[in-house]
Nanobody
Framework: QVQLVESGGDWVQPGGSLRVSCAAS????????MSWYRQAPEKERELVAS????????NYADSVKGRFTISRDNAKNTVYLAMNGLKPEDTAVYFC??????????????WGQGTQVTVSS
């Protein structure tokens, strides 16, 4: 069965950096685009970034553009989200999901359990 396991969430000070990972299994990873979402307390889930099957095409929400980088390693079945210049408003649970930028949220069948990122001083 499809499994997505996020890791790497942590507490970090404003301006700091963090990389979260998502290990995928149960499907042919290299055949699918992947995305990261986040959900802050009392807010709707937000699409943050997506990467194409090969990793050559990426898309970002305006709120993270220039600060976050999505990448993937198809040999390791893993997708990453590197976050720099973190702000308190980046505090959220970060989820990975199968599917690219154009896939609407309610069509996404597979989600990880999430990893908490907290940005505060």
């Amino acid at each position: 069965q499809v499994q997505l396991v996020e890791s790497g969430g942590d507490w970090v000070q404003p301006g700091g950096s963090l990389r979260v990972s998502c290990a995928a299994s149960g499907f042919t990873f290299s055949n699918y685009a992947m995305s990261w979402y986040r959900q802050a307390p009392e807010k709707e889930r937000e699409l943050v970034a997506s990467v194409s099957q090969s990793g050559s095409i990426t898309n970002y929400a305006d709120s993270v553009k220039g600060r976050f980088t999505i990448s993937r390693d198809n040999a390791k079945n893993t997708v990453y989200l590197a976050m720099n210049g973190l702000k308190p408003e980046d505090t959220a649970v970060y989820f990975c999901t199968v599917g690219g930028w154009d896939m609407i949220e309610n069509r996404r069948a597979y989600w990880g359990q999430g990893t908490q990122v907290t940005v505060s001083s």
